[in-house]
């Protein structure tokens, strides 16, 4: 059995390295011919995973068309799946795994949904869960959701993707697992924010609580079930991405709090998403203060401390 990677990114590598490890064979695709080549010759990814040699199961590749297999993992930035899918030859009758996180800022929609709108004849799949690339790729046990709405395909994939190092754990509930993955960069942002304006680890708790229950609040609104959000989708994933600066979203929000310029360069899931989250939560009237007030500090409209003084002068209520 061969398994694609689209996407070379350090999550791509990762999961690549931890397939291959467990004897499956991989093809993992880049964009440009010059990284593939680098890293078919050097067997390693230096630019993005440095230190972690490849097993010799995986090939590298740029031709898009000779990289697809039955099996695809698209390790492909939220805003940049949906140009990929429809750039891509036939996809009819291969099963298609999301492993990004967040809502396609232009029309809200998670990437199980984008997959199903580009290729309707695929099966559509996420990969979601509390995980960074460096503790897969060293081989560090690591538990993820995997959401396919067709239980047989959930069972046979999880077999696929089963790994020494990767404990797969299987739902149906498509919408909580997008959902969980993506609403969590935003909270991530916030409490990032606190950290770094001095705010203190009970204001971090605080924002972690209240922003799950508005995870919670528009995950259900949406249809999903409350047991994925209170799973590794949701409070799973909410907890390491909150609480570590390996998250590229925490980070963006220390580089707020402190006043910093963030890199340009590095994605962050959790920005177009928060932008995407508040545009669908207007439109279904659901209260989402946190996210409000990560959207007006990436949008620079509020300071700090009106942000602070907005969320605590709010109406007392119960929990």
């Known amino acids: 059995m061969t398994i694609s990677v689209l996407g070379a990114g350090a999550f791509g590598t990762a999961l690549a390295i931890s397939l291959a490890r467990a004897g ?18 050097e067997r390693r990814n230096t630019s993005r995973l440095p230190g972690v040699e490849f097993p010799k199961e995986i ?48 029309t809200e929609l998670g990437p199980v949904a984008v997959i199903s709108a580009c290729a309707p004849n ?5 990969l979601t ?32 993707l089963t790994t020494p190092n990767l404990r797969i754990y299987r739902t149906t509930d498509t919408i909580g697992a997008e ?18 304006a001095g705010l203190g680890e009970s204001a971090r708790a605080a924002l972690m609580t209240r922003g799950y229950a508005e995870m919670q609040r528009m995950a ?4 999903a079930q409350p047991e994925t959000l209170a799973g590794l989708a949701g409070f799973g994933d909410l907890a390491l991405t909150c609480t570590s600066d390996q998250s590229r979203n925490y980070r963006l929000g220390l580089s707020l709090g402190q006043g910093d310029v963030f890199d340009p360069s590095i994605t962050v899931e959790g ?12 439109t279904m009237n659901i209260e989402m203060p946190i996210t409000d007030a990560v959207v007006a500090l990436l949008d620079q ?3 700090i401390a009106d942000v602070i003084e907005m969320l605590l002068s709010r109406p007392p209520k119960e929990e």
Request: net charge positive; aromatic share 2%; glycine share 8%.
């Open 122 to 126: 695929a099966t559509a799949a996420i």
């Open 59 to 106: 090939s590298v590749t740029s031709d898009l068309e000779t990289a697809l297999s039955d099996t695809i993992l698209l390790a492909i930035p939220m805003q940049q799946l949906r140009k990929m899918l429809e750039s891509a030859p036939n996809l009819d009758g291969k099963t298609l795994v999301a492993c990004c996180k967040g809502v396609e800022l232009k």
């Open 220 to 223: 259900q609104s949406l249809g």
């Open 129 to 160: 869960g509390p995980s960074f690339a460096t503790d897969i790729a060293k081989g560090l046990p690591t538990a993820l959701t995997l959401a396919v709405q067709d239980e047989a395909a959930g069972k046979r994939l999880q077999q696929s």
């Open 179 to 196: 959902l969980g993955g993506a609403l969590k960069n935003v909270i991530a942002i916030a409490c990032g924010t606190a950290i770094g």
């Open 24 to 41: 499956t064979s991989v093809t993992l695709w880049t964009r440009t011919p010059e990284h593939a080549a680098a890293m078919q010759s």
């Open 271 to 282: 920005a177009a998403t928060a932008r995407a989250v508040q545009k669908r939560a207007e």
């Open 301 to 303: 409209n509020m300071k």
